[in-house]
């Protein structure tokens, strides 16, 4: 049988190595194979993967937490602290072999799958690196979107009980959170949507400083999370959106682990990570997002706004693919506010006839965003094997968010594999955009989704675009996404199938 | 290794050393320790390693007892070892220890130091080992032993 094990100490100068030493021994003469990682004080070499790999039982002899648990995942073990075995190691032996022979735990077989996957692979190539630094973030940022688009929908939901009807969606938005928060009255269904509202939307405010602090963290560890989450908060105010944090995870990431690698003088050294490695890569990177990303944004918007407002001669259809499109870019970011706030702006004018142009504009923007989750929604549903656990559960919540035009459900399948996602958001949004224009739908509400359908003119054409759009997206990402081969997801599978084999290799 | 002050020499082991208890033998072993200059406070060496103790006991299987410390008060990495005439009781389940090697390393110990601290330690596992230390005749000879055996030439 081959074990691997690993021992530490308090003071990691004896006990972890007579630990090692002992089992070491104690398996040569039970006739198996021990190798064990001493994490103790003259530095520890880390397992060769392989051992890991080809190891059928762990030996936990740690009195400290064991570095990097994660390559463990999966195998049976017996944890037993570091005296056990230098005292007992032939005992400590013939427990894991028993806990080999008795199979993988069900609960430590669960639990690798669910946790986020937050450790990055050393030896990975770059590519595999850069997927696990963005799934990272991705995969803490997942619980957030669904929390709060959830709490949203259900505002949505309340609301119309709570004003009687389908305006109820768009009342709940025009309150003032503050008022009510200061006079909340609890027999006021009003008031409980609107809380449940700004709860939602507050979730929504970490979306992109999680993103962008957790990519950080992947990259840097601990020094990375301050850059990061700040970079997001700055990707955020500056209106950069979800890609604005992509850039500064990386960016934050970045430059925490270069500080954090100076060799510097031994006083400065206890103040690094506590005040140095902060206090300067905020700086960085909260100048850099600022003045060096703020500024362009904000001129391409006005460019994109100016651009748009000159098209109005153009024809409809037109119109719709190019809103669509830029509804299904970056769900949020600056180009999806731009045709945003387009269309919104035009229901505010006064004296429109019911079929006007304006309120036409209004059911293809938000009919092309809706398409982003609903199309993950899908694709996760029917193609489950090619996305990670974390975009399958989060697929569930997107039916929801999608359905209440909430684009942000889709931000962490567009986080974590920006190109292919984004493409066929756009190509699918885009169509959807045009189909609603060309069936005439109209909308007078600025938000809302299927929760205001009894407010859009020929709600079955806006179905439909929906739909049709929804379903080009789908195919177009389930295509991409089998061409491509993904790291993090055929580490997961392959995870999944070694337990698998080890489950079904076990006497019953 | 050979321009570094060497972990053992000859007036850091103390044989046929007669004390009554952990205490008196860990402060016996200090005090070479501190008579050789590598710990400026015996002291303050001293409670460093009896809380070290206090948080497990470092009896080891085999007779050996294995007080250790990082501490601020040691100068060099240093290894102190008393045979004792009388066994004295380490704490360890299978008996009294008659071997006891005192580890003092620096606070900040290099990983050089670490390495051959942590070569002992796997040593003493080694009946062999302990036998020979035992069988020793005199100071130098348990010296002499511990280097061969530990510190990479």
């Given at each position: 049988m081959k074990l691997v094990a690993v021992s530490s100490c308090p003071t990691g100068i004896a006990h972890t190595y007579m630990a090692a030493e002992a089992l070491e021994q104690a398996g040569k003469a039970a006739g198996h194979e021990v190798h064990v990682e001493t994490q103790g004080a003259a530095g520890s070499t880390p397992l060769d993967p392989a051992l890991i790999a080809a190891a059928d039982g762990v030996i936990y002899a740690a009195d400290l937490e064991v570095k990097d648990k994660q390559r463990f995942a999966g195998k049976p073990f017996v944890d037993v602290g570091v005296k056990k075995a230098v005292h007992d190691a032939p005992g400590v032996i013939a427990a894991a072999v028993a806990a080999v022979e008795a199979g993988v735990p069900a609960g430590a077989a669960a639990a690798p799958a669910a946790a986020p996957a937050t450790k990055v692979d050393r030896d990975a190539g770059a590519g595999t690196k850069v997927r696990q630094w963005l799934m990272t973030g991705v995969s803490y940022m997942i619980p957030f979107v669904a929390a709060g688009g959830i709490l949203i929908a259900l505002s949505f939901m309340l609301a119309q009980v709570a004003w009687g009807g389908a305006e109820g969606a768009i009342?709940?938005?025009?309150?003032?959170?503050?008022?009510?928060?200061?006079?909340?009255?609890?027999?006021?269904?009003?008031?409980?949507?609107?809380?449940?509202?700004?709860?939602?939307?507050?979730?929504?405010?970490?979306?992109v400083p999680v993103l962008s602090g957790f990519i950080a963290y992947a990259i840097a560890d601990r020094p990375g999370l301050v850059p990061g989450f700040l970079g997001g908060a700055a990707a955020g105010f500056v209106g950069a959106g979800f890609l604005g944090g992509l850039v500064t995870g990386f960016l934050a990431g970045g430059v925490a682990l270069w500080i954090s690698r100076w060799n510097v003088p031994k006083g400065v050294r206890g103040v690094m990570p506590v005040v140095v490695i902060p206090l300067l890569s905020s700086a960085v990177v909260g100048v850099v997002m600022l003045v060096l990303i703020g500024r362009p944004i904000a001129a391409a918007m006005d460019g994109l706004t100016g651009w748009l407002n000159g098209l109005s001669g153009t024809s409809a259809v037109l119109l719709g693919l190019l809103l669509g499109a830029m509804m299904g870019f970056d769900l949020g970011g600056p180009i999806n506010k731009v045709a945003y706030t387009f269309a919104v702006t035009g229901l505010a004018t006064e004296g429109l006839a019911a079929d006007a142009t304006q309120y036409r504009v209004m059911a293809a923007v938000m009919a092309a965003g809706m398409v982003a989750p609903l199309a993950m929604a899908l694709a996760?549903?029917?193609?489950?094997?090619?996305?990670?656990?974390?975009?399958?559960?989060?697929?569930?919540?997107?039916?929801?968010?999608?359905?209440?035009?909430?684009?942000?459900g889709a931000i962490p399948f567009a986080a974590a594999d920006p190109w292919r996602v984004i493409v066929s958001s756009v190509v699918g949004s885009a169509a959807t955009g045009a189909l609603a224009m060309a069936f005439g739908s109209t909308l007078v509400a600025p938000h809302g989704g299927v929760w205001v359908l009894p407010l859009i003119g020929n709600p079955l054409g806006f179905v439909a675009a929906v739909v049709v759009g929804t379903l080009v997206s789908t195919a177009l990402v389930v295509l991409l996404k089998s061409l491509a081969h993904d790291p993090v997801v055929a580490a997961e599978r392959a995870a999944e199938e070694q337990r698998d084999a080890a489950l079904v290799g076990q006497p019953a | 290794m050979s321009t570094t002050t060497p972990l053992i020499t000859a007036d850091l082991v103390a044989v046929d050393l007669a004390a009554t208890d952990r205490t008196d033998v860990t402060r016996r072993l200090i005090d070479l320790l501190a008579a050789a200059g590598r710990v400026t406070d015996a002291d303050g060496f001293a409670a460093d390693v009896a809380a070290r103790e206090a948080q497990m006991a470092t009896g080891m299987p085999g007779g050996v007892g294995l007080p250790h410390a990082r501490s601020e008060h040691v100068v060099v990495p240093s290894l102190a070892v008393g045979k004792l005439a009388q066994g004295v009781d380490w704490g360890a389940p299978d008996g009294p220890a008659r071997l006891v090697f005192l580890i003092a390393a620096p606070a900040s110990g290099d990983a050089d130091h670490l390495q051959i601290l942590a070569a002992l330690a796997r040593r003493l596992v080694h009946e062999s080992f302990r036998t020979s230390l035992l069988e020793a005749p005199d100071a130098a000879t348990v010296a002499q032993i511990v280097t061969r055996e530990v510190v990479p030439s």
């Open positions: 009342e709940v938005t025009k309150v003032d959170a503050a008022t009510v928060v200061a006079a909340f009255d609890p027999a006021s269904l009003q008031d409980w949507s609107v809380v449940l509202l700004k709860t939602g939307q507050l979730a929504f405010g970490f979306l996760t549903t029917v193609r489950k094997r090619l996305f990670t656990h974390a975009e399958q559960e989060n697929g569930k919540a997107a039916w929801l968010l999608g359905a209440s035009f909430i684009s942000e | -």
